[in-house]
């Protein structure tokens, strides 16, 4: 079946860019997408991109994408220390009329002062 | 931006009995709502899509007597999680599919069953 994986972990220093990294199985994935989740909190949507797109920028967030290695990246400029939380990166194919996302493992960023 | 609600955000109960979880879209209609269930440090399972006016859709080993999901309107789904055990304790988080495409995520139910 579909699988997204991403790295566990990634430490920063305040005011480094943060840059995490994502990987898909399905070569059909038509939207893919980055999640924060702040402890205990639920999921907000940061960005998500179309898989016709190699790159989204909005503020400080800049996504790639490479489709031909199902390769997704997300890019914080100036990382800060409220950007600490857990990356999730999705993806999903809306060919038919379902529209279940696929989640990776999540990263967590941690951003040292 | 479109804003999915959730309630309760935090229950306790007693093993055996019921818990209901609403979750409802405040500026939008959304025929399809999906819920999930996230255990601690791992990432979100889809349970079930939900579909107003419909029976629910369930993802292979979710039991659906047990997690009876109501789509009552266009802007309701809820989640009955019934005569639950201590392993049903878990942050449950269910999402709206608006125009686009996208889901909006309510702010997540902690359950802790006793």
């Known amino acids: 079946g579909e699988d997204v994986e991403q790295s566990l972990f990634l430490s920063v220093r305040e005011g480094d860019s943060s840059v995490i990294n994502c990987t898909y199985t399905?070569?059909?994935?038509?939207?893919l997408y980055w999640y924060k989740q702040e402890p205990g909190a639920g999921l907000q949507l940061l960005t998500y991109?179309?898989?016709?797109?190699d790159m989204k920028q909005d503020q400080r967030l800049t996504v790639l994408l490479n489709k031909k290695d199902k390769h997704l990246s997300l890019r914080i400029a100036d990382t800060q220390t409220g950007d600490s939380a857990i990356y999730f990166c999705?993806?999903?194919?809306?060919?038919?009329?379902?529209?279940?996302?696929?989640f990776g493992k999540g990263t967590k960023l941690s951003v040292k002062p | 931006g479109a804003v999915v609600s959730q309630h309760p955000s935090r229950v306790i109960c007693k093993s055996g009995t019921s818990v209901k979880i609403e979750c409802r879209s405040l500026?939008?209609?959304?025929?399809?709502m999906f819920w999930y269930r996230q255990f601690p440090k791992q990432s979100l399972m889809l349970m079930a899509t939900?579909?107003?006016?419909?029976?629910?859709?369930?993802e292979q080993g979710v039991e659906k007597d047990k997690f009876l999901i109501n789509h009552a309107s266009l802007t309701l789904s809820t989640l009955t999680v019934t005569s639950a055990h201590p392993e049903d304790s878990s942050f449950y988080i269910c999402?709206?599919?608006?125009?686009?495409?996208?889901?909006?995520f309510g702010p997540g139910t902690r359950l802790l069953v006793l």
């Open positions: 991109i179309f898989s016709n797109m």
């Open positions: 999705a993806e999903s194919n809306y060919g038919g009329s379902q529209g279940n996302l696929i």
């Open positions: 999402s709206a599919l608006a125009i686009q495409e996208t889901q909006y």
């Open positions: 500026d939008f209609q959304a025929t399809t």
């Open positions: 399905d070569s059909s994935s038509t939207y």
């Open positions: 939900s579909n107003e006016g419909s029976k629910a859709t369930y």
